[in-house]
């Protein structure tokens, strides 16, 4: 199993597309039950596979992933090879970057002295989806990018002056 398996709630919300899967493996209802009485490691070894399936197909779409803190704004850019990173990290500690207000101030002090930001790229070193699986399992989120494209431009405006 290359990823975690799908809780509960998950195959529930996909017994379309499970019951898809496994009429693709030629498994009918009946045969489905059947398997579910008999081999518990038939069962593990499906439900695994259905998991990496799904897994795969979400992290092939992954553009943009986020992890935010009180302190820092871990920000990423899925790119075919390479992961684009900003991180912005806050020693104001009366501010909380997970906040609106946080972000409004970050915005309007992004080049003060309380603020430390990095940018890089990294190619990734082995298949994209465990690159991109690891970040979501250590707490980061898929997004729609708004605050990478905002900083990035941002940044790259007073990086012109």
């Known amino acids: 199993m290359k990823y975690s398996r799908l809780t ?16 693709s493996h030629s498994i009918d209802s009946k045969q489905w039950d059947k398997i579910k009485i008999s ?3 038939s069962v593990d070894h499906i439900l695994d596979l259905f998991s990496d399936l799904v897994w795969d197909d979400i ?20 790119n075919e090879n390479s992961i684009d990173s900003i991180i912005i990290k806050s020693s104001e500690s ?7 207000e946080g972000q409004v101030w970050l915005l309007n002090n992004l080049h003060s002295n309380n603020i430390e930001v990095l940018k890089s790229t990294k190619k990734f070193n082995t298949d ?21 494209i905002m900083y990035d431009e941002r940044l790259l405006k007073s990086s012109e002056k």
């Open 128 to 148: 994209q989806n465990n690159e991109i699986y690891s970040l979501i399992s250590k707490g980061s989120q898929i997004s729609e990018g708004q605050l990478f």
């Open 94 to 100: 009366s501010i909380n970057l997970n906040s609106s």
């Open 8 to 23: 509960k709630e998950q195959f529930e919300s996909l017994s379309d597309e499970f019951s898809l899967f496994l009429a």
């Open 59 to 78: 992290l092939q779409k992954v553009k943009f992933i986020e992890n935010i803190s009180s302190t820092h704004l871990f920000l990423f850019k899925c």
């Open 39 to 41: 081999s518990k490691e």
